[in-house]
């Protein structure tokens, strides 16, 4: 099933934006692009760990952040060959059915969206990436990530599904659940089931239209630290539960996390030394992919 005869298979994947309540609870950011150094020097360490192992990563970035003159964070991690898509240009609520809703800098001056629907400014969010990492990193995008995730993915809005196959995206990656009561330090036995529970439901597959979906499974960093309150070691225990979980079942891991929470909770990188170690130890193999690579191997017709 995937190449070179691996078990199964691990994606790492990063969303470069900045987080409310990170790295301080009071951080408030209405700028997702605006990166600090504190999260641009997190992405040189994550590149740092990925050639120690020889592995790729999956980034998606905000097209705001492209606004700042330092992207040399970025210029070296498609250098070094891994993948970069599009989170939309601000953040926004792909889902919105009014323009207010699609995000605070909307809401606060609704005439920012030219009259558009919420649709159109859709579109134009994604453009304005796509364009920006093309005239600023000469990257061409094929993936497109929402901003935060749904439980039913896209499902619900088969006008994003077509609107992303017209922009030309190959693969959504929109699809998330991680079945807990999101209430701070749940029981150990309970986040480990929830995280099974998230790989056994949460595979790559088609929606209907036929635009392929990588889910994003097991537990974000997001959910671990900002509402589950865990520490660095519980949440990296639980990504080591997560792999041991994939390897038994020969599935796709596909992790989401994020520099700016990261940078904060996990500044030496200890995840991603710790998952990668672990996954790569694994009897059979591990093929370590991005989700461009996943969605050429086991999703592209």
Same mark, same amino acid.
């Given at each position: 099933?995937?190449?070179?005869?691996?078990?199964?298979?691990?994606?790492?994947?990063?969303?470069?934006?900045?987080?409310?309540?990170?790295?301080?609870?009071?951080?408030?950011?209405? *700028?997702?692009?605006?990166?600090?150094?504190?999260?641009?020097?997190?992405?040189?360490?994550?590149?740092?760990?990925?050639?120690?192992?020889?592995?790729?990563?999956?980034?998606?970035?905000?097209?705001?952040?492209?606004?700042?003159?330092?992207?040399?964070?970025?210029?070296?991690?498609?250098?070094?060959?891994?993948?970069?898509?599009?989170?939309?240009?601000?953040?926004?609520?792909?889902?919105?059915?009014?323009?207010?809703?699609?995000?605070?800098?909307?809401?606060?001056?609704?005439?920012?969206?030219?009259?558009?629907?919420?649709?159109?400014?859709?579109?134009?969010?994604?453009?304005?990436?796509?364009?920006?990492?093309? %005239?600023?990193?000469?990257?061409?995008?094929?993936?497109?990530?929402?901003?935060?995730?749904?439980?039913?993915?896209?499902?619900?809005?088969?006008?994003?599904?077509?609107?992303?196959?017209?922009?030309?995206?190959?693969?959504?990656?929109?699809?998330?659940?991680?079945?807990?009561?999101?209430?701070?330090?749940?029981?150990?036995?309970?986040?480990?089931?929830?995280?099974?529970?998230?790989?056994?439901?949460?595979?790559?597959?088609?929606?209907?239209?036929?635009?392929? %979906?990588?889910?994003?499974?097991?537990?974000?960093?997001?959910?671990?630290?900002?509402?589950?309150?865990?520490?660095?070691?519980?949440?990296?225990?639980?990504?080591?539960?997560?792999?041991?979980?994939?390897?038994?079942?020969?599935?796709?891991?596909?992790?989401?996390?994020?520099?700016?929470?990261?940078?904060?909770?996990?500044?030496?990188?200890?995840?991603? *030394?710790?998952?990668?170690?672990?996954?790569?130890?694994?009897?059979?193999?591990?093929?370590?992919?991005?989700?461009?690579?996943?969605?050429?191997?086991?999703?592209?017709?």
């Amino acid at each position: 099933m995937y190449p070179n005869n691996a078990q199964f298979c691990l994606s790492l994947t990063f969303d470069i934006e900045m987080s409310y309540n990170f790295p301080y609870w009071t951080s408030d950011y209405d *700028d997702y692009g605006a990166i600090d150094p504190h999260v641009k020097q997190y992405v040189h360490k994550l590149l740092d760990v990925a050639g120690k192992y020889g592995v790729k990563l999956q980034f998606f970035v905000v097209g705001s952040a492209l606004e700042d003159p330092d992207v040399d964070y970025l210029k070296r991690l498609v250098a070094e060959g891994h993948a970069l898509d599009n989170h939309t240009y601000r953040h926004i609520n792909v889902k919105a059915e009014r323009v207010e809703d699609l995000h605070s800098s909307y809401k606060r001056a609704p005439w920012r969206a030219g009259g558009l629907a919420p649709l159109d400014c859709l579109r134009h969010e994604i453009r304005q990436t796509s364009r920006a990492l093309r %005239e600023r990193l000469s990257v061409e995008t094929t993936g497109f990530r929402t901003p935060g995730a749904f439980p039913n993915g896209l499902e619900d809005i088969p006008e994003v599904q077509t609107l992303l196959q017209e922009e030309g995206f190959q693969f959504a990656s929109a699809h998330y659940k991680c079945p807990t009561e999101r209430t701070w330090h749940p029981p150990r036995a309970e986040m480990e089931a929830a995280v099974r529970q998230s790989l056994d439901s949460l595979q790559p597959y088609r929606y209907p239209n036929g635009l392929p %979906e990588i889910p994003m499974m097991g537990l974000s960093d997001a959910i671990a630290f900002r509402s589950l309150d865990l520490d660095r070691w519980e949440y990296i225990h639980l990504t080591t539960v997560a792999v041991d979980h994939a390897h038994e079942h020969g599935q796709v891991l596909s992790l989401l996390a994020h520099p700016s929470y990261l940078a904060a909770r996990d500044p030496h990188c200890d995840m991603l *030394d710790t998952v990668l170690r672990h996954a790569l130890d694994k009897p059979g193999g591990c093929w370590v992919a991005t989700n461009r690579d996943i969605n050429g191997a086991l999703l592209a017709a």
